[in-house]
């Protein structure tokens, strides 16, 4: 503004009047709600509708936050300052750390917490004193077995307590089945010791859970006066000549069931079906299972070397410093593997039925017993010849997978294939024979029933 407007506002006043007379009087209204303002004199009457001041100051800030949830607005019409409320909220002093004794209330109160989730795991009857342990699989959890233990209880009452197992689940299943077999057979011992009734106890586990429980139930044995009698005893499953093999955590062994469990690993043609049969897939994922799936991987793949020993799963069909792995499976009454003929692509039928390839019945899509109609093949025995102590399968890469079939039939057991040709998930096999998750799996049902019609209480 020029100085001789500075030092004369009329000579303003009239430039601004001059000014307006060019304009259109649209311009001219939104010029003078403009200007006005600027050109109000500071000695305006206190009763005149125009601010005395010649600056344009914002409104405060309120605003009531409880307008927002519908609540009526503050008696004397005030609002809450939001400034002045986050100054009282920083203002408050900090609260001084809890005193021993609060710390104790709280360590209680998470042990209350943990004792609910050990009840949700834990099912049966109080009175039960057959403890069934169930054991989940690669990356999974306890609440993969909840169906099954649901249905043990149900159909089984006052007969079975269900535990089902927690202390290997998501990724702590990358540590190695040892590390995880001795975090199993410690929690057996845990149960045990708080259920001084128990007399009994059986396995029910799936895939890499089947493995888990076979090295932990070698850290359970404990030797009995019988061992060497039914170390020598023939290949037969009836009960009488079971007795006086061995306990577990104090505990008569009774039924060890395995479902869709690699139990010869995952190393040879069409043991990991998905990789297809092809040599270099199957080369590669041996080589670099365990960037995936840590330690297990090379348990699963044979690749393990610890200290110039065997593979563990090949010292796991034998004795030995590790654990009595035999004789602790020996010692159950009924051992049974549930194996997927086809559409699992993670577990291959030969390894967890425990057989050779020219072992392998018919192949059948169809079951007979419309009771389990999944439920295609039951065999009670082993398989039985001269080629099942003389002669090593042409198929085999090495004779590993020899060592530990041989191994593993020393003693009898039961193979029950399954297939889920006919259902809606067949290609989810591998769960569907667990119902890991109902109703997603709900086609295994009858696999579940199976399992219980057929369970030694």
């Not at 609440?143 to 007969?159: H, I, N, T, Y």
């Amino acid at each position: 503004m020029p100085a001789s407007s500075r030092l004369c506002p009329s000579a303003t006043c009239s430039l601004a009047a001059s000014t307006q007379t060019h304009l259109s009087p649209h311009r001219r209204r939104r010029r003078r709600r403009l200007v006005s303002p600027m050109g109000q004199s500071r000695s305006a009457s206190p009763g005149s509708s125009r601010s005395s001041s010649t600056r344009w100051s914002p409104p405060a800030l309120r605003f009531d936050l409880g307008m927002l949830f519908g609540r009526q607005q503050r008696p004397g019409g005030e609002r809450l300052d939001l400034g002045n409320w986050v100054r009282r909220v920083l203002s408050r002093p900090l609260q001084p750390p809890p005193a021993a004794g609060r710390e104790v209330e709280v360590e209680a109160e998470e042990e209350g917490r943990d004792a609910g989730n050990r009840e949700e795991v834990e099912v049966g009857s109080v009175e039960a004193d057959h403890l069934v342990v169930m054991v989940n699989g690669l990356s999974g959890s306890s609440s993969d077995w909840k169906f099954g233990a649901e249905q043990f209880v149900k159909r089984l009452p006052g007969k079975v307590y269900v535990h089902r197992s927690e202390c290997n689940h998501s990724t702590l299943t990358f540590d190695g089945v040892d590390l995880m077999g001795e975090r199993l057979a410690e929690e057996v011992r845990q149960v045990v010791q708080r259920r001084r009734n128990l007399r009994k106890i059986s396995f029910v586990a799936h895939s890499l859970g089947g493995l888990i429980s076979r090295y932990a139930i070698g850290k359970l044995y404990e030797h009995s006066i019988g061992e060497e009698s039914c170390r020598n005893m023939d290949k037969h499953s009836d009960e009488e000549n079971m007795y006086g093999c061995g306990k577990l955590a104090g505990l008569e062994p009774m039924n060890f069931i395995t479902s869709a469990t690699p139990h010869l690993g995952s190393r040879w043609n069409k043991q990991l079906p998905f990789l297809f049969g092809v040599p270099l897939l199957e080369r590669t994922a041996a080589e670099t299972a365990h960037f995936i799936v840590g330690r297990t991987g090379k348990h699963l793949f044979l690749s393990d070397r610890d200290d110039e020993k065997p593979p563990l799963l090949v010292r796991m069909v034998e004795d030995c410093d590790d654990g009595k792995f035999m004789s602790a499976l020996r010692s159950f009454k009924r051992r049974v593997a549930y194996a997927n003929i086809t559409y699992d692509h993670i577990v291959g039928w030969r390894t967890s039925s425990i057989r050779r390839q020219h072992e392998l019945p018919e192949l059948q899509l169809t079951a007979n017993d419309e009771k389990y109609p999944h439920v295609i093949h039951v065999s009670t025995a082993n398989p039985e010849g001269p080629q099942q102590e003389d002669s090593v399968d042409a198929s085999l890469a090495d004779s590993l997978e020899e060592i530990m079939i041989r191994g593993l039939t020393q003693v009898t057991w039961e193979r029950v294939d399954v297939c889920f040709h006919e259902s809606r998930l067949k290609y989810n096999a591998h769960y569907n024979i667990q119902v890991r998750t109902h109703p997603t799996n709900m086609e295994g049902e009858d696999v579940i029933y199976h399992m219980i019609d057929n369970f030694l209480v």
